[in-house]
Each structure stands twice: as C-alpha cells, then as structure tokens.
C-alpha cells in the first residue's frame, strides 16, 4: 500500500513540476496573445456591467478642457491605454480637499498637478493622492473601462462631472465592500461614462494607509478587459489547483506516515495559499466579498502566519542533520514574534507593525537559508532539495518586500513574482519530504526486518532459510521430488577488505546477493547464513540439469565487473550444489538444520587450492 502511494507521489511530483513549468509558458503565451489582442480588430460582444447613460453630444455640461491635463483620445484601434506615466498626480496633505476645489484651482491658475513615472512611489500615510487625466472617446460603439492594478488599496475614488455639472464618483477600495464596487473583479475596476465624442476630464482620488503607492492605471476597451481577465484567472486556477493537489499528498502522506515534517509542509501550504489567495484580491472578491475588515486585515495576518511556519517547516525537516540550540532558539522567538504580529494585525494595525513585518519578513529568509548552509556542509541530499526549493520562493518575495518598503514601484513583477516562485517552490519540496521519508522508511523497515533478514543484504537470514527448507523436506517426501540446495562462497571477501577496506568488502557482498535474487526463481529462497556464505534452495521438483545450469550462470555472473567494484575486480565464487534429499545428508538427520549443516562440511572438505567453480554432489 506505502508503495503504492511513494510511486504515486513521486509521480505526482513529477506531473506536479511539468504544470509548474508549463504554467510558466501559458502565461508567457497569453501575455503575447493579450498584447497581440490590444492590436487586433474590436470583438462584437461587450461586457454586462452597468454602464451610465450615454451623454449627449453637446459639450455645455462638461468640464471645458483646460488642457492643464494631457488629453488621450480613445481610437477605433485603440485596446487599452496605460495611463501610469500620463496621468498628472498631486499628493495632497489635507484629506478634505474636494475634485470642485482642484477643478477651480486649476482654472484660477493655482495647478499644483505635476507630469509623474511609472516607477514613481509616494508615502501617502494621512495624505491623498490625486491623479488627473482627460480622456475623448473617438469610438462612439465601444464600452470603456479604467483598472487600478493594486488589489490591496485601502480607499479609491474616480471623480468626473455629468453633462448637468454635477459632480459624479464611483467608489473602490478596501474601504468599501467588494459587493459594492462598480466592477466586481479582484482589481479596483470602474466604469468609464459614454463621452460621445466629447472630452472629459477625471480626477482619481486615493488614500492609502501605511504602504506607499505606486500607480498602475490603464483604460481598457471591455473585450480587450475580458480577454486579459480571463487569462488571469486561467493562470491563477492552474497555480491553486496545482496548491491543493500537492497539499492533498502532502495530508495523505502525513496522516500514513505519522511524520512531522508533511505536518508541517500542510500547514504552509495552507498559509502560502492563503495568503497569495487573498494578496491577489480574491479573498474579498469570493469569500468575503460583504466584509470590507477582513479585505483590509487579512492579507497581512496570512502574511505573518506565511513567516511563521517557513522557518519552522525548514527547521523540523533538517533538524535529524543539524542540532544547534542558538537555532532552535531563534527560530522560535522569531515564529513567536510573527504570531505576535498577526495578533496586532488582526486587531490593531499600525505603521510600525506593518514595518516590523516586513523587516521581520525579510530576517525570516535568512534564517531558513542560515540552517540550509549549516546542514549542506552535512552532505544529505534532502537538504540540498530543500535549499533549492527555497531559491524561487526568496527571489519571488524580494520584489514584494522591496514594493512594501517603497524601493521600487508596483508592476506585474511584485504581483506575480511570489505566485511564480511557489509555484516552482512546491513540487521541489514535496519531492524532498518524499525522498527524506523514503529513507527514513527503509531504515525502520531495516530495524524491524531484523529478527527474519541480513541486516546488510535484506535477504533472508539463517533463522528464515530453515523454516523454508524445512517446509521442502515435507513437501519432497510428500511428493517424492527433489529440491535443489546450494552453498555459495565469495572467497575473495578478506582480500576486497584488506586490499579495498570493509566497506568495498560489504559492496561485493550486497552486489553478489543482487546477483543472486536476478538468477534466481521466484519460489526460490537465497539467504546469507554467515560472513561469507549465500544458500539458495531451489523448490522440487528440481532435476540435475536445471542445478547445473543455474550453478554455471551464478559462477559466470561472478565473473562480470561492475563499476561499484575496483578496476579489474570481479567476484571469486565457490559453489557447492546438491540434489536432494542426499542418502549421506539423511543419515545425518532428516530436518534443515542437518541437511544445510552436511552441506557445509562437503564444501569445506573441498581442497581450498581446487581450481573448480562448481561443484556437484548427488549428481
């Protein structure tokens, strides 16, 4: 049954690592489809969002063009607009400014707008950043859409003036229940009024607590938004799809083997899941999509917990090949410290947790590749799977650490960097707890198959043989057959131990026992009975041809070299075979241990300076 399920696993593993990596070139693909799509002829379907009432052509309503603002004009050909380096931004201190005010002031003269970057970061901390932009729709038959690529922003607003000059606004955000966006998607999304030829200009307010802002801002025509939405999410079903397979192994594996470190690997799978469900903002879009508290909370409670269980994942799988108290010691004042901060926020957020986090965070790395340094100068090969397990995960998560602490801007790189990086990270480290339970398996198999087998070859030891040849000589005077008995000597074991040392000495051993189990029936029994000494009884009924020609292809197997083996080695064999029961075997007694004991004195009456390989007796 074990078997049966590690074969599974590892093939899982295997199947498991292709997804990965194909993953990886769907989304290369559908990035170069998406782009070739921007390019492409308009769909003739649109989406079902609700959209404002078209307004009419006459400009008198709208906010005249200033032109204190870049005017973009929405083409026929046009798919969609990155407006992150066009957009002008103002980061304002009072937070009661309104878009009327920023509208009279810019017609006053008094612009405080200024040209910004993409690459541009602002600490928005009890301040508001307004975007302004223009745009003129030229494609009176299209729908049009403006994304904010941050799923995690606390409060946005889009502001514009209707044909009667009253202000409008649409709301999104953290701050607001994802059931009452305009645009129920996991991405800030708001719905662009029908211009109708005329130009209108838009005011983009966003507060954002703690973490600074960079913005990505791009208008899509809808098909070109659906086609983008769908791939998205096709990447993302393969990614968790993918989670909870390997966590279902990991459950399965945990609950058979009663092992710690598959304990472990669930549970960070199940926070690392977690938390990338909700940092991509689905959490909010399909859990909890009427709690505004939890959208706002939870990405960084699973960010703490995600901090947590790493080091103490790494820690219970290495800790069998490195036993130092200093580590034990911080790791667990750094899982206690995590825990603590999820604790503070969960209930009471503040600045300076949310830097503790990420300092914190980033300490976590080093210490998970600290005890991966201190156990691969131990040589074991599941550390070193566990080391590379690791690196996608370390190098996911630096473009995020670096966005939260306001070293560089937000961009597809600090999205899906972490999403990219776990999805490599699992197979490897589901192979490594299989390879490192697969050893530890054969070791208690080894310790409990001691009372009935060689403790270096596995085979059946004296103890088993005589049972089974005890069980031939019933079955031989029952049926009146004959069974085959054989005594093979490695006679050059002591020179492999002196020349070579013990262990090349056990090599040639487990490899003639190898040997042996090939050439072998499988009603056949070989078992190791002393140092030196392999007995195989060969099951009636059994003729002096079939013993001869097994006793000739053992002695010519000896013969063949082997790369375990010294250049120029091979295995010396003495072989002693009987037909029996033997008439001078039975006068010695009738049971296993007289006959396998009169076997041993014929072979060690052979001359020791006898140029034979094989010997006969009965025959």
């Known amino acids: 049954?074990?078997?049966?399920?590690?074969?599974?696993?590892?093939?899982?593993?295997?199947?498991?690592?292709?997804?990965?990596?194909?993953?990886?070139?769907?989304?290369?693909?559908?990035?170069?489809?998406?782009?070739?799509?921007a390019n492409a002829a308009p769909a003739a379907e649109s989406l079902t969002a609700p959209l404002p009432a078209p307004l009419p052509a006459q400009s008198g309503g709208f906010l005249a063009p200033q032109r204190s603002s870049v005017l973009v004009k929405l083409q026929e050909e046009t798919r969609k607009v990155d407006l992150s380096a066009i957009a002008q931004r103002w980061l304002d201190p009072s937070p009661d400014t309104t878009p009327a005010q920023l509208s009279a002031r810019a017609s006053s003269g008094a612009d405080f707008f200024q040209p910004g970057s993409a690459r541009d970061t602002h600490l928005t901390h009890d301040k508001v950043l307004w975007l302004r932009f223009?745009?003129?729709?030229?494609?009176?038959?299209?729908?049009?859409?403006?994304e904010l690529g941050s799923a995690l922003t606390d409060d946005v607003q889009l502001h514009w003036r209707d044909p009667q000059g009253q202000w409008?606004?649409?709301?999104?955000?953290?701050?607001?229940?994802?059931?009452?966006?305009?645009?129920?998607?996991?991405?800030?999304?708001?719905?662009l009024p029908n211009m109708d030829g005329q130009s209108v200009e838009y005011f983009l307010r966003i507060v954002h607590q703690r973490a600074p802002v960079s913005v990505q801002l791009t208008?899509?025509?809808?098909?070109?938004?659906?086609?983008?939405?769908?791939?998205?999410?096709?990447?993302?079903?393969?990614?968790?799809?993918?989670?909870?397979?390997?966590?279902?192994?990991?459950?399965?594996?945990?609950?058979?083997?009663?092992?710690?470190?598959?304990?472990?690997?669930?549970?960070?799978l199940i926070t690392v899941g977690g938390f990338m469900f909700t940092n991509m903002g689905l959490s909010a879009q399909y859990l909890w999509p009427h709690s505004p508290l939890l959208a706002d909370r939870m990405v960084f409670v699973l960010a703490s917990l995600t901090?947590?269980?790493?080091?103490?994942?790494?820690?219970?799988?290495?800790?069998?090949?490195?036993?130092?108290?200093?580590?034990?010691?911080?790791?667990?004042?750094?899982?206690?410290?995590?825990?603590?901060?999820?604790?503070?926020?969960?209930?009471?957020?503040?600045?300076?947790?949310?830097?503790?986090?990420?300092?914190?965070?980033?300490?976590?790395?080093?210490?998970?590749?600290?005890?991966?340094?201190?156990?691969?100068?131990?040589?074991?090969?599941?550390?070193?799977?566990?080391?590379?397990?690791?690196?996608?995960?370390?190098?996911?998560?630096?473009?995020?650490l670096m966005r939260n602490m306001g070293l560089i801007a937000n961009s597809n790189l600090t999205q899906y960097s972490m999403l990219v990086g776990s999805a490599l990270e699992m197979p490897i480290l589901?192979?490594?707890?299989?390879?490192?339970?697969?050893?530890?398996?054969?070791?208690?198999?080894?310790?409990?198959?001691?009372?009935?087998?060689?403790?270096?070859?596995?085979?059946?030891?004296?103890?088993?043989?005589?049972?089974?040849?005890?069980?031939?000589?019933?079955?031989?005077?029952?049926?009146?057959?004959?069974?085959?008995?054989?005594?093979?000597?490695l006679s050059n074991e002591a020179w492999f131990a002196k020349e070579h040392g013990r262990e090349m000495a056990d090599r040639a051993l487990i490899l003639l026992?190898?040997?042996?189990?090939?050439?072998?029936?499988?009603?056949?029994?070989?078992?190791?009975?002393?140092?030196?000494?392999?007995?195989?009884?060969?099951?009636?009924?059994?003729?002096?041809?079939?013993?001869?020609?097994?006793?000739?292809?053992?002695?010519?197997s000896g013969l063949k070299p082997n790369e375990v083996l010294p250049i120029g080695a091979v295995l010396k064999l003495k072989i002693t075979c009987a037909l029996m029961p033997h008439a001078q075997a039975q006068e010695m007694g009738d049971d296993g241990h007289a006959q396998l004991g009169w076997l041993i004195a014929q072979a060690d009456a052979i001359p020791a300076d006898s140029r034979k390989t094989v010997h006969t007796l009965g025959f």
């Open 1 to 37: 049954m074990f078997n049966t399920l590690r074969r599974f696993s590892k093939l899982l593993t295997a199947v498991a690592l292709s997804l990965s990596l194909c993953s990886l070139w769907i989304w290369q693909n559908l990035a170069h489809a998406t782009a070739k799509t």
């Open 134 to 146: 223009e745009l003129q729709d030229l494609d009176r038959r299209s729908h049009w859409f403006l």
């Open 168 to 191: 409008q606004v649409q709301k999104a955000g953290d701050a607001i229940a994802r059931a009452r966006w305009p645009v129920q998607s996991r991405l800030p999304t708001f719905v």
């Open 219 to 268: 208008v899509w025509r809808d098909t070109a938004l659906m086609a983008a939405q769908q791939s998205q999410m096709l990447l993302l079903g393969v990614f968790f799809g993918l989670m909870l397979l390997v966590l279902l192994v990991s459950m399965v594996m945990a609950t058979l083997m009663r092992d710690r470190a598959f304990v472990a690997y669930s549970g960070y």
């Open 307 to 400: 901090a947590a269980t790493g080091p103490w994942l790494v820690r219970i799988i290495l800790k069998p090949v490195v036993r130092l108290r200093i580590l034990d010691s911080m790791i667990a004042l750094m899982v206690g410290l995590m825990l603590l901060i999820a604790l503070i926020e969960a209930f009471s957020p503040t600045v300076f947790s949310y830097v503790i986090l990420n300092y914190a965070t980033m300490l976590t790395l080093v210490l998970i590749y600290g005890l991966v340094a201190a156990a691969w100068q131990r040589g074991d090969t599941a550390t070193r799977w566990v080391a590379i397990g690791f690196v996608p995960v370390v190098l996911g998560a630096l473009p995020l």
């Open 430 to 489: 589901l192979y490594a707890l299989l390879s490192r339970s697969s050893k530890r398996r054969d070791s208690i198999m080894r310790a409990t198959g001691l009372p009935t087998q060689d403790a270096l070859t596995r085979l059946p030891n004296l103890r088993q043989l005589l049972s089974q040849l005890h069980g031939a000589i019933s079955r031989a005077s029952r049926y009146r057959h004959h069974y085959g008995l054989m005594l093979v000597e």
């Open 513 to 556: 026992a190898a040997r042996l189990q090939q050439l072998a029936r499988e009603i056949d029994t070989v078992s190791r009975i002393d140092q030196t000494h392999f007995a195989l009884l060969s099951e009636g009924p059994c003729s002096p041809r079939m013993m001869a020609q097994l006793a000739t292809r053992i002695a010519a």
